[in-house]
């Protein structure tokens, strides 16, 4: 797959769709990525352009209060688990499509199956972002950021990126095997200022009004 450089932060990535040819509808985006690599960071930045953001997680969010159970990262993961065994691999981009605004231009933070994107693509405006940044860079931001449900052992953060990387079966993450299906990829290992020019470069070429 040809790789065209942006401001040496952004390429187009791993996968073979035609992205020049869906420029001009609306758009639907996905970001992927490590723990603590910026997609949340990413998806604010376009809500603050006027678009709608979501996350896959908010489906397991929903499912864990209703449950009466707390919201921490390992709950999290396992409640995802549990939904996909029941509703299959792609239930959380489904249950998502399902509520989201067709004609909005829509970002979803954490893909993290390839099932969630090969539901997402059923729409044919959607493209999926790939946040890349070196692991000891993403241990350092995940320790300033300090958020609640982040390990604070190195070694526990080693094992939760080991189980995250390859799924066991189809109810679990794959993060490696997602991140092969982007579209674009962001390599965010510099500024804020610097991941925020870049997003205005890649936006510039959706060439749309959002």
């Known amino acids: 797959m040809q790789r065209y450089n942006m401001q040496e ?3 187009f990535g791993n996968n073979n769709n035609n992205f020049l040819s869906r420029l001009e509808c609306t758009m639907l985006l996905g ?3 490590r723990n603590a690599a910026g997609k949340t960071t ?12 979501c996350s896959c997680s908010d489906a397991i969010r929903h ?12 709950n999290l993961t396992q409640g995802g688990r549990t939904l996909r065994s029941q509703g299959g691999a792609g239930i959380l981009a489904e249950m998502l499509l399902d509520r989201m605004n067709p004609e909005q231009n829509t970002i979803i933070d954490s893909i ?8 997402l693509r059923s729409r044919d405006d959607f493209l999926l972002i790939e946040v890349n940044v070196p692991l000891d860079l ?8 300090a958020r609640d449900g982040d390990p604070v052992d190195y070694e526990f953060f080693l ?11 189809s109810s679990g993450q794959a993060l490696i095997a997602t ?8 390599s965010n290992h510099g500024t804020l200022s610097e991941l925020y020019e870049s997003l205005e470069i890649l936006i510039s070429t959706f060439n749309q009004n959002v």
């Open 42 to 53: 990413i998806v604010e930045w376009f809500v603050n352009q006027g678009w709608d953001g």
């Open 63 to 74: 499912w864990l209060r209703e449950n009466g159970q707390e919201i921490t990262r390992e």
């Open 31 to 33: 970001v992927t990525g």
């Open 179 to 186: 991140a092969n299906l982007s579209d674009i990829v962001i």
């Open 9 to 11: 932060l952004a390429d």
């Open 138 to 145: 993403r241990w350092r931001r995940m320790q300033e950021r």
């Open 112 to 119: 993290r199956t390839p099932d969630e994107v090969f539901a």
């Open 159 to 169: 094992k939760q990126e080991d189980a995250e990387a390859i799924a066991e079966d």
